[in-house]
């Protein structure tokens, strides 16, 4: 990490820099990103019950997908770190009576860049028509300052005839990251020109891609002193924007993916927007009285499980009985004084000569309640994976992980424990790919297992029936590569029930396997 007194750069310089340029990071990776997205359709019902349908693919030609979320880390020079942005493709609705596709990116700056020179936290929120790709409505919100400041462009009553950055995205996308764009920001007017060159294998946080990579021309980067802007967008169908690097005067800036997901879309019904008068900086009343801490508050509706969710397995190898293990979302409390849900996998009940795990052998993890990053995770065993004894703790903002006691590594935006995960993948949108031999709808996610982060490939496949217990159930065989070829070599290998429970149904890693036996719910204490 860059210290002040490595730099040769004045404090006071890099401070306004970073204030422009991180801000130009943010209008290019918007503007220039072509991002995988497909929308979830909703039709609100006309009577009191609602009617939703849900459209996995928009036309052939946009090979988008249903809750794509992309997170990237941003480097400046020797900062690794300086900054991460998102873009979510969330839903595709209603908004009012007109039909409107919902769009998010957010970008925030991160330890040194933060804390030294410059605080940076924006996110905005774009409703589009998916008839012309044009705003219908658009919320931009900067937390930098002591208040938050909100800019809303309403075009519902007055069409506009210009993108904005999100919408530009949609058309980028389109037209396969190639050609001529215009695009409006801090109400002016720009083109933008994309011209495809050379191929180029590139790695990252999220994997390895083959590329294909574009020049970005635009008198927007020249107004602002940017030079050699590059896009490497992926070589598959999907046409991911894996890397954007570009110069300045001062330095390079890099922003490549660190996470790919597809997580399952919000389906609230979009409703009109109560403001119908632009209001381009509307300050909030500031909260005098903090909202006292509750604990064991009831999850998000959008998460497939619930607090209290018990769920036991029957652990065996070779049809040989082993022994119980239970998973449990156990209690929503305050941990370090982070909102945190904890979930535990725990030993219950064990076979004599079982070479697994003995009685109360398990792991407990603590997670971020509503997007089950992890906070902090134990492993304790007293049997074979003793070895595998360890306690790490996760910091999301500087994007490392510190493990027993003194060790740290840095890590992708977005990397899941291993217990994180199992609650996380029921909310992926796992939806198999049409063509075998072009499996698009992999899922790429970063996961921290012993010394380092390791990127797990989640490949989806059709629904198919299971015997569980004696009874057919349909479930969904989720092929899971975890990058680590002694683990790879066993054929990880989890199956999920296809109601909306999503649960995790089986496991097998090479001759054990897992079986769901019970489902219940203890109520937290």
Not at 454 to 463: K, Y
């Amino acid at each position: 990490m860059l210290s002040l007194k490595d730099s040769n750069i004045r404090p006071e310089k890099l401070f306004a820099f970073l204030s422009l340029n991180l801000r130009l990071v943010f209008v290019v990776f918007l503007s220039c990103a072509s991002i995988v997205v497909t929308f979830l359709v909703l039709h609100p019902a006309s009577s009191a019950q609602n009617v939703i349908s849900r459209q996995n693919h928009l036309p052939t030609t946009i090979p988008f997908r249903v809750g794509e979320k992309l997170t990237y880390n941003i480097s400046f020079n020797k900062i690794n770190n300086a900054a991460y942005a998102e873009i979510y493709a969330v839903s595709r609705g209603k908004l009012g009576e007109k039909d409107a596709v919902e769009l998010r990116s957010k970008i925030k700056t991160m330890d040194l860049t933060s804390s030294a020179f410059y605080f940076l936290d924006e996110a905005r929120t774009t409703y589009a028509s998916p008839a012309t790709s044009l705003p219908l409505y658009i919320r931009k919100i900067s937390n930098a300052g002591v208040l938050p400041r909100e800019t809303v462009y309403n075009y519902l009553v007055n069409p506009t005839a210009t993108n904005d950055l999100l919408t530009l995205i949609y058309q980028v996308r389109k037209a396969g990251g190639v050609g001529t764009f215009s695009f409006q920001e801090n109400e002016k007017n720009y083109d933008i020109s994309l011209q495809n060159t050379v191929g180029e294998r590139v790695r990252t946080g999220a994997g390895e891609f083959d590329t294909s990579v574009s020049i970005v021309l635009s008198h927007y980067l020249i107004d602002n002193g940017i030079t050699d802007l590059r896009i490497n967008f992926s070589a598959d169908e999907a046409r991911i924007p894996v890397l954007f690097r570009f110069k300045t005067a001062k330095g390079d800036f890099r922003a490549e993916l660190a996470s790919l997901q597809t997580v399952e879309p919000e389906i609230a019904p979009v409703t009109t927007p109560m403001a119908v008068v632009i209001q381009p900086q509307k300050t909030p009343k500031p909260i005098v009285t903090p909202k006292p801490y509750i604990e064991n508050e009831p999850l998000s509706a959008d998460l497939p499980f619930a607090l209290g969710e018990t769920l036991e397995y029957q652990v065996s190898m070779l049809g040989k009985y082993l022994g119980n293990v239970t998973l449990q979302a156990k209690e929503r409390k305050q941990f370090s004084g982070q909102d945190s849900l904890l979930l535990t996998a725990t030993a219950t009940e064990t076979q004599a000569g079982n070479p697994l795990f003995n009685l109360n052998d398990g792991i407990h993890a603590q997670v971020n309640p509503d997007s089950l990053t992890p906070q902090r995770i134990e492993l304790k065993f007293t049997g074979a994976f003793n070895t595998y004894n360890q306690i790490a703790q996760f910091d999301q903002k500087s994007s490392s992980v510190i493990f027993n006691g003194a060790n740290s590594v840095e890590i992708p935006v977005g990397t899941h424990s291993i217990l994180s995960l199992a609650y996380a993948i029921r909310s992926f949108n796992l939806k198999p790919s049409k063509d075998p031999n072009n499996p698009v709808n992999d899922t790429r996610v970063a996961v921290f297992l012993g010394s380092q982060a390791f990127v797990f490939t989640l490949r989806p496949s059709n629904a198919e029936i299971i015997n569980l217990k004696g009874e057919k159930i349909s479930a969904q065989l989720i092929s899971i590569s975890t990058g680590n070829p002694e683990i790879d070599q066993l054929g990880l290998r989890l199956w999920l029930g296809n109601d909306e429970k999503r649960l995790p149904l089986r496991l097998t890693v090479g001759n054990y396997q897992a079986d769901l036996i019970s489902e219940t719910k203890i109520s937290p204490k």
